[in-house]
């Protein structure tokens, strides 16, 4: 057994419904991403012991294989996938960290694949003779239907019960597509972003120089008492691919991240959007780390809303969050989006002093959490 850490992370730019992507399948996505972290981490493909990848909305079929094989790992090395839906992602690398840690593997890649565009229509099969079957856009994500709204509706309700006004989250909105642009520019992304297509536009298709006055304009989604969410404060649905190479570092070395701690929790599923407060505050707590000496936070943001209630309880720097813009500006791959959040600490981290830390936290539906602290090692 021994300590696992991070080698390497990286990812491809993430693409609206509908845009760059449109025509990859899922492997297709991926497998680029995955080669390019191998690479990086100076690890053969035969040397990877295991594969997990978070995926919320392929329809089945254990994705995660068909991306292993894909990037050229062997058919003797098995794959899984995960989903806790926009937890997956981050959940893969926790997961990976265990198996090493535990004894069970020494090379694990790990990440995140999604497509919107790519994603099977679901249907609920008729039960009765001359039934219709029924088309669904989405599962529940709780057994009780009166406490599984909407994702927007349940969003509308955490700003009404927060007092999130529709302006502070406009100019949350703005701000999150500012840092995206300064980052691109300044070239803060060039070490990340791997190209999975011919024409690929190697800049995350969304981010734009949104001004507050179109934001305050844009259209309604749901309206709940004073709680107000707009197309402005919504992540789109995207297509992206991330991949990172865990590995013992008694075999490989200890360049790169290691963990600090973990968690997941659970939370009302009628307000999905906070449960990743208690995730961050268990991992904080456990080590004792002070919000505000953290370098690098990436907190997802599906909504502004959201994000702006899970800041509420804690004290982090302004200048540490999500330093490269986050999703409102890049979109929502679910299954990819949390294992995308350690790519950007992987790569922040790189440009921070030793000893540096930093938290990624996400929130799913039915009420889930994660959070992962990590540490630069040298």
Request: with cysteine.
């Given at each position: ?94 997961q990976a960290i265990a198996l090493i840690e535990s004894g069970q593997a020494n090379v694990v890649v790990c990440g995140g694949a999604e497509s919107y565009s790519q994603r099977p229509l679901r249907a609920h099969q008729a039960h009765e003779d001359g039934g219709e079957i029924t088309f669904y856009e989405r599962p ?239």
């Amino acid at each position: 057994m021994g300590t696992a850490v991070v080698l390497s992370a990286r990812r491809s730019s993430v693409q609206p419904r509908g845009g760059a992507y449109k025509a990859l399948k899922l492997w297709e996505l991926w497998a680029p991403v995955g080669r390019a972290a191998l690479h990086d981490a100076g690890i053969s493909p035969h040397e990877v012991d295991a594969v997990l990848l978070g995926n919320g909305i392929y329809g089945g079929g254990n994705p995660a294989r068909l991306c292993a094989l894909a990037a050229g790992i062997p058919e003797d090395v098995g794959a899984t996938t995960l989903d806790s839906q926009c937890c997956s992602g981050l959940e893969s690398v926790l997961q990976a960290i265990a198996l090493i840690e535990s004894g069970q593997a020494n090379v694990v890649v790990c990440g995140g694949a999604e497509s919107y565009s790519q994603r099977p229509l679901r249907a609920h099969q008729a039960h009765e003779d001359g039934g219709e079957i029924t088309f669904y856009e989405r599962p529940p994500f709780s057994p009780w239907p009166e406490r599984d709204p909407d994702m927007a509706t349940a969003n509308a309700r955490l700003a009404d019960a927060a007092g999130i006004s529709p302006a502070q989250q406009s100019a949350y909105a703005v701000e999150s597509h500012q840092k995206a642009l300064d980052a691109l520019a300044s070239g803060r992304f060039r070490h990340e972003l791997v190209p999975v297509c011919e024409a690929d536009p190697l800049r995350d298709g969304f981010s734009r120089a949104l001004k507050l006055r179109v934001a305050e304009r844009a259209p309604v989604l749901a309206h709940e008492g004073s709680g107000v969410i707009t197309s402005a404060t919504t992540s789109v649905e995207a297509d992206g691919a991330a991949a990172l190479v865990v590995a013992n570092s008694e075999l490989y070395g200890t360049g790169g991240l290691r963990l600090v701690a973990g968690a997941r929790k659970g939370g009302a599923s009628e307000n999905p959007g906070i449960a990743p407060v208690a995730a961050a505050q268990a991992v904080l707590s456990r080590v004792g780390q002070v919000p505000e000496a953290l370098h690098s936070v990436e907190l997802m943001e599906a909504y502004a809303a959201q994000a702006i209630a899970c800041l509420q309880p804690f004290g982090f720097p302004p200048e540490a969050l999500n330093r490269g813009g986050g999703s409102l500006a890049r979109g929502h791959p679910i299954g990819a989006s949390g294992a995308i959040l350690m790519v950007r600490l992987f790569h922040e981290l790189k440009m921070a002093p030793q000893g540096a830390r930093g938290l990624a936290m996400i929130a799913a539906a039915g009420g889930l959490g994660t959070a992962a602290l990590v540490e630069r090692t040298v």
